[in-house]
């Protein structure tokens, strides 16, 4: 039986949770994803895992917060005067905004409340803070070139 190691390319299956079990991403709709183990695409424990299964192998594998997206970081949260933003359109809770950071690079915010003045909104990874539990199927194993 064929085994992945590493440099295959192989198709996997996988099931995303929380530490709470809220499913957070999936294969189930796009089908199989193909992967180059080593190749830096996927979570270093997510590759680890692979290497050794056969075709048809499952396995869990548990990527703590601060290997995945961080740890929750409060100083992300913060509140920008609402004659700071564009006058359309109306800012709505869930709402995503570019801000440049000072050393050029650009950070996602999210809209998280709206005040009068000001509105609050979260730099964070939706994800960070969170442990991600990856419920992999090996699919297909191509052997590496």
């Known amino acids: 039986m064929q085994i992945a190691k590493n440099g295959d390319t192989v ?14 991403g999936s294969t189930e709709e796009q089908g199989p994803q193909t992967v180059v183990i080593g ?3 996927i979570f270093p424990q997510v590759e680890a895992a692979l290497i050794g299964m056969e075709v048809g192998g499952e396995q869990d594998v548990m ?5 995945a997206f961080g ?3 409060e100083e992300m949260v913060v509140q920008i ?6 006058p359309e359109p109306e800012p ?7 801000a440049r950071q000072q050393d050029g690079s650009t950070v996602n915010l999210v809209i ?5 003045d000001a509105v609050t909104v979260d730099g964070n990874h939706p994800l960070a803070g969170e442990d991600l539990h990856f419920g992999l199927t090996l699919v297909e194993i191509k052997d590496a070139a």
């Not at 198709?11 to 957070?24: H, K, M, W």
């Not at 005067?81 to 564009?86: A, C, D, G, I, M």
């Not at 709505?92 to 570019?98: A, D, F, T, Y």
């Not at 998280?112 to 009068?116: A, D, K, L, R």
């Open 11 to 24: 198709l996997i299956n996988f099931v995303v949770r929380t530490s709470a079990g809220q499913v957070v």
């Open 39 to 41: 190749g830096t695409e």
């Open 63 to 67: 990527v703590a917060a601060a290997d």
């Open 71 to 73: 740890p929750r970081r």
């Open 81 to 86: 005067p609402r004659v700071n933003l564009p």
């Open 92 to 98: 709505q809770v869930g709402m995503e905004l570019g």
């Open 112 to 116: 998280t409340e709206i005040g009068e």
